[in-house]
């Protein structure tokens, strides 16, 4: 309930402007938040299913073309609640065992569903703050 919202007041004619060459729009900021979800609601089946589960590491560089994602920011958004709401349905249908079965990562000691939660939750704020930051800052790339 809060990056549709966000993203809804958001002007389209901010969402694809480039501040830098490799620098993600607003448009591919909102399409990896909601291009995630599936990735991570796989990982909390996998901790949940999986006796002795191993999560491979994610690295976005390796994403296919972020402004072709979607066919609009709309879709987009839709996928994302969606898969959210999966998300939630999972979590709050875990046991206590479920929710504390560590997984084995290469990048962290300790990853559990709740760890996972929480990633999900900085992760999209961070990315919210760098959309406002090319959506409110007055910037001399943009002209002022």
Request: aromatic share 12%; hydrophobic share 35%; proline share 6%.
């Amino acid at each position: 309930s809060i990056v549709a919202p966000f993203a809804a007041g958001i002007e389209p004619a901010f969402l694809d402007r480039r501040r830098g060459p490799d620098v993600w729009t607003i448009r591919e900021h909102l399409y990896h938040i909601a291009g995630v979800q599936m990735l991570l609601l796989g990982r909390m089946k996998t901790i949940r299913d999986v006796p002795s589960p191993v999560i491979e590491p994610y690295f976005p560089q390796n994403e296919e073309k972020l402004d072709r994602r979607y066919g609009s920011l709309r879709e987009a958004l839709s996928e994302y609640e969606r898969l959210r709401g999966e998300q939630v349905r999972l979590v709050r249908s875990c046991s206590p065992e479920e929710l504390e079965r560590c997984a084995e990562h290469k990048e962290y000691t300790r990853y559990t569903i709740p760890v996972i939660v929480r990633h999900m939750i900085f992760h999209e704020y961070w990315h919210m703050y760098r959309i406002e930051e090319l959506w409110l800052t007055r910037d001399e790339y943009f002209g002022g």
